[in-house]
């Protein structure tokens, strides 16, 4: 009987809730025509120095059987450390499938700890269907304007990194939480008794003002702005409303044209504004990852390919500086 | 101090992925200030696997300022394992004793993140990725990075060199290659290396690629018809009607 292994994602000693999606998607393999008769079983791995609080929390949220990875060097989050425990941990339960999330750690970890388990890995997975040849896996390419689809060339164990946002979380479940067991392994640095890279310290960007996130309507520029000149149409465009904010995609803010605080996305800021227009982004996925929660979503970029398109309510195919000249001059009317 | 920067030729263009050149900025500036402040010599060498076309990003990393170029000619069909691209890798960056492997976060076409961190693994080297700061390493081989995590975070990392470093935007501009140094590179010898004569037998893919498709719309994407102004016009009574503007 091969396992499903789900490795949830805990953060400063929380559980970051991409590790309810991981869950559904476990259940999604497990239940695809080709593995449900070998009946499968999902278990979820909690890494932590002391996992007995968070494994419990786990288990009676979903219902699954936990093991709970205690590992007493895990202060804080490290690729050595992980890939080290993971390996050893893993290796010895040889499941189907390794889940982890799409997130700065999953991809930190997975890929050196699938090489470790010999295992397929595939990164960025935005959905997961089937044929009669078993699993497809899609995940997107080309800046976003495809999908890529693929499947495991072997029966080796496959390793997935899951797009967040991708599968939804299942309704909590009243009935018998799963089963937890501790299971320690140290974390024994190999060469000359040091490990090989040390956590100093987390630090956050203080954003210097909120009003993205407390937004009711957000005008956003993105790399269909040729030059920072042009960012003054983007003030005026954004005039037009009572109160609006200005909003950025990251290369603009990598630019420095505008300030961190005016980044949206995954590594900026997650936005649930009534009205998101969208000047000029082509939409990467941590972009709409950032804006899936507006209401209505509006959209203006020239190129008809563009990936946002696809993720908005209405679309104008325009040259952004000349589309906003235009409207503004209906609106004086 | 020894660093290969790992680069990747994409696009129509046949342009350096965005991300690699932040990663070879970023050698080149790690050398800039090694040198100024430590004086001691730094090599930034370059290596890429790819079509024979590929030798031109090369050139360019020249032009950059790179010391050497190393390049694995392998014409590849649509989709390549980053585990075989990790491997081939692999052996260009065991030729010197390299003290940092510094590569972008991603390419912009395959997108998988995962040829860095693999590399790493093979080479049996610690690895972070998503580097959007870099110190300049202390006397007992330690570098200190800072890699981005989602909503602001930042880790603060010491890592033994030597490592592997995946390099984000937005940590540096990358410079323009300088008219000389291009004229210069026209006298350095790429060092060319056919992907058949270092593994007479292919690595085994892992994935098999079946193709593309259309990713899936998530909201119903009416499209705006007309002339600019009648678009213009349109959006404005949709706004009108909903009460937004």
Same mark, same amino acid.
């Given at each position: ?6 490795i949830?994602?805990?953060?400063a000693?929380?559980?970051?809730p991409?590790?309810?999606?991981l ?10 025509p ?11 791995i ?13 288990a009676k ?8 990875l205690?590992i007493p060097?895990?202060?804080?989050y ?5 890939i ?11 499941p189907?499938?390794?889940l ?13 700890l ?5 295992a ?5 997975v935005n959905?997961i269907?089937s044929?009669e040849?078993g699993?497809?896996y899609s ?10 689809m693929?499947?495991?060339a ?7 990194t899951?797009?967040?946002g991708?599968?939804?979380?299942d309704e909590r ?22 490990e ?24 956003a ?7 920072k000149e ?9 005039q037009c409303f009572?109160? $609006?904010? !200005?909003g950025?995609?990251?290369p ?8 961190? #605080? *005016?980044?949206? &996305? =995954?590594?900026? $800021?997650? !936005?649930a504004p ?11 996925? #941590? *972009?709409?990852? &950032? =804006?899936k929660d507006a ?8 190129n ?11 679309? =104008?195919?325009?040259d952004i500086i000349e589309?906003i000249?235009?409207f503004?001059?209906?609106?004086e009317i | ?5 790992c680069i ?6 046949g ?7 932040h ?37 360019r990393?020249?032009g950059m300022g ?12 649509e ?5 075989v691209?990790?491997?081939r ?6 030729k ?10 991603m ?5 998988t993140?995962?040829t860095?961190p ?28 800072e ?10 990392l ?11 935007a937005?940590?540096?501009t ?6 000389s ?6 006298q350095k010898e ?8 270092i593994f ?13 498709a259309l990713?899936?719309k ?6 705006l018809e ?20």
């Amino acid at each position: 009987m091969k396992q499903i292994l789900v490795i949830a994602e805990i953060f400063a000693g929380q559980i970051r809730p991409i590790t309810w999606e991981l869950v559904t998607a476990a259940r999604k393999i497990k239940n695809s025509p080709g593995l449900k008769q070998l009946s499968p079983t999902i278990q979820i791995i909690v890494p932590a120095d002391n996992p007995a609080l968070l494994s419990e929390k786990i288990a009676k949220q979903t219902g699954i059987d936990v093991i709970g990875l205690q590992i007493p060097e895990l202060k804080n989050y490290t690729s050595e450390i992980y890939i080290y425990c993971l390996e050893q941990l893993i290796k010895k339960i040889d499941p189907s499938h390794v889940l982890a999330a799409h997130t700065s750690q999953g991809q930190d970890f997975a890929p050196g700890l699938a090489l470790g388990l010999n295992a397929v890995a595939i990164s960025g997975v935005n959905g997961i269907r089937s044929d009669e040849n078993g699993l497809i896996y899609s995940r997107p390419v080309f800046n976003n304007t495809r999908n890529q689809m693929l499947r495991p060339a072997s029966n080796r164990p496959v390793t997935l990194t899951l797009m967040p946002g991708t599968f939804k979380p299942d309704e909590r479940k009243d009935g018998e939480p799963g089963r937890v067991d501790i299971r320690k392994i140290p974390f024994a640095p190999a060469v000359c008794g040091k490990e090989h890279i040390q956590h100093c310290r987390t630090v956050k960007k203080i954003f210097e003002d909120q009003t993205l996130e407390e937004a009711k309507v957000i005008i956003a520029a993105g790399r269909g702005i040729k030059e920072k000149e042009e960012l003054k149409s983007i003030l005026k465009f954004a005039q037009c409303f009572p109160t $609006a904010a !200005v909003g950025a995609s990251r290369p603009l803010v990598d630019m420095n044209w505008l300030g961190y #605080q *005016h980044q949206i &996305g =995954i590594t900026g $800021a997650t !936005v649930a504004p009534k009205l998101y227009i969208a000047c000029g982004i082509s939409g990467s996925s #941590q *972009h709409l990852a &950032g =804006i899936k929660d507006a209401e209505f979503v509006v959209s203006i970029n020239k190129n008809p390919q563009a990936p946002i398109f696809r993720h908005s309510d209405v679309c =104008i195919i325009a040259d952004i500086i000349e589309f906003i000249g235009t409207f503004l001059k209906k609106q004086e009317i | 101090m020894k660093i290969l920067v790992c680069i990747k030729q994409v696009g129509s263009e046949g342009e350096v992925n965005r991300f690699d050149a932040h990663a070879l900025e970023e050698a080149l500036d790690l050398k800039d200030r090694f040198e100024t402040q430590l004086s001691e010599s730094v090599t930034v060498d370059v290596v890429t696997v790819g079509p024979v076309e590929a030798a031109r990003i090369i050139k360019r990393a020249f032009g950059m300022g790179a010391d050497t170029g190393y390049h694995i000619v392998a014409e590849d069909p649509e989709y390549v394992s980053p585990f075989v691209t990790a491997t081939r890798l692999a052996s260009a960056a065991k030729k010197r004793p390299y003290d940092l492997i510094l590569t972008g976060i991603m390419s912009t076409d395959m997108m998988t993140g995962q040829t860095g961190p693999m590399l790493a693994k093979i080479m049996g080297l610690p690895c972070a990725t998503a580097v959007i700061k870099t110190n300049l390493p202390t006397n007992d081989n330690l570098i200190e990075v800072e890699r981005e995590l989602e909503n602001g975070f930042r880790d603060c990392l010491k890592i033994r060199m030597p490592a592997v470093l995946t390099i984000q935007a937005g940590i540096n501009t990358p410079r323009y290659p300088r008219l000389s140094k291009m004229l210069a590179a026209g006298q350095k010898e790429i060092k060319t290396f056919k992907e058949t004569d270092i593994f007479p037998e292919p690595i085994e893919e892992r994935e098999i690629y079946i193709g593309l498709a259309l990713p899936e719309k998530t909201r119903s994407g009416r499209v705006l018809e007309g002339s600019l102004p009648d678009k213009a016009e349109q959006l404005l009574a949709l706004l009108k009607e909903k009460d937004l503007i």
